[in-house]
């Protein structure tokens, strides 16, 4: 059994709507990813998504394809991503879920990437561009050796295709909450409940919803309807903003979202 499963069965004993982070590995460096890991670790981060740079991304927003572009040019590939979370698994408590396109892995070799992946203490493995009729190959791979396979869902996703997505996914599933790309944006998406209704019924598994959010009062919303909130972009730019002080920056952002500590500077906002 992975990590996730333990984390999301303790989230709701406590009632606690989780926190999922993404960041892109190698953004700025990978030596600088690994302390950003440790540090949303040390925010209290619940899950942390690792995302491989990828050069043709489709539904990466402007945000995280600019964090892509920095991370390529900077030499950060999967091999180098599954490397540097091997590196810092042993100091990092929260699930880590490795957040891929297909071509990466298909290129890298399923079977090493899966024996590479465990080895490394990764948890889970959520690949976007991955039909889920075309997913067997890679499900059974990794399920023989403990990683879940992380479906998405979205607004346009059929009530059948929902339960088969429920049906094959592990850990839990990922709610995108608008059509589009990613990016913070003001609100949480009109279909958000909607959307975790209609998984609600279908499944038990947990609903991580993402696409969008960025505040402490997004995360508070989402935790009605779902078992954690993903926030990504605005993270990323908090990354950005920071610089050398990204690692500072991000546990205190994440803190912030926690609702457990104000953000520097948050009068200015």
């Given at each position: 059994m992975s990590r996730l499963q333990p984390t999301f069965e303790a989230l709701r004993q406590r009632g606690r709507t989780g926190l999922v982070t993404y960041v892109t590995a190698g953004d700025p460096d990978l030596a600088c990813s690994a302390r950003i890991l440790e540090a949303l670790d040390r925010g209290g981060a619940?899950?942390?998504e690792v995302g491989v740079p990828f050069s043709d991304p489709l539904a990466d927003g402007p945000v995280i394809q600019r964090a892509s572009e920095r991370a390529?040019?900077?030499?950060?590939?999967?091999g180098t991503t599954v490397a540097m979370i091997a590196g810092v698994r042993s100091r990092v408590r929260a699930p880590i879920v490795v957040f891929?396109?297909?071509?990466p892995i298909l290129r890298y070799g399923v079977d090493r990437f899966a024996r590479d992946a465990s080895s490394a203490g990764v948890d889970g493995v959520l690949v976007l561009d991955l039909?889920?009729?075309?997913?067997?190959p890679l499900r059974a791979t990794l399920d023989a050796v403990g990683l879940d396979l992380v479906f998405l869902v979205s607004p346009t996703t059929s009530e059948a295709r929902?339960?088969?997505?429920a049906r094959l996914?592990?850990?839990f599933l990922y709610a995108i909450s608008r059509l589009g790309v990613t990016g913070a944006r003001q609100e949480v998406a009109d279909g958000a409940r909607?959307?975790?209704?209609?998984?609600?019924r279908q499944t038990s598994l947990p609903i991580a919803l993402g696409f969008g959010l960025s505040t402490p009062a997004h995360v508070a919303e989402v935790g009605r309807w779902a078992d954690a909130a993903?926030?990504?972009?605005a993270l990323v730019e908090q990354i950005v903003e920071a610089g050398a002080d990204a690692p500072a920056r991000v546990e205190a952002y994440v803190r912030w979202l926690k609702g457990s500590r104000g953000l520097p500077g948050e009068d200015a906002r």
């Open positions: 619940d899950v942390l390529l040019a900077a030499g950060a590939t999967l891929s396109y297909a071509n039909p889920l009729e075309e997913s067997e929902i339960a088969e997505a996914g592990r850990g909607a959307l975790a209704e209609r998984i609600r993903v926030v990504g972009s």
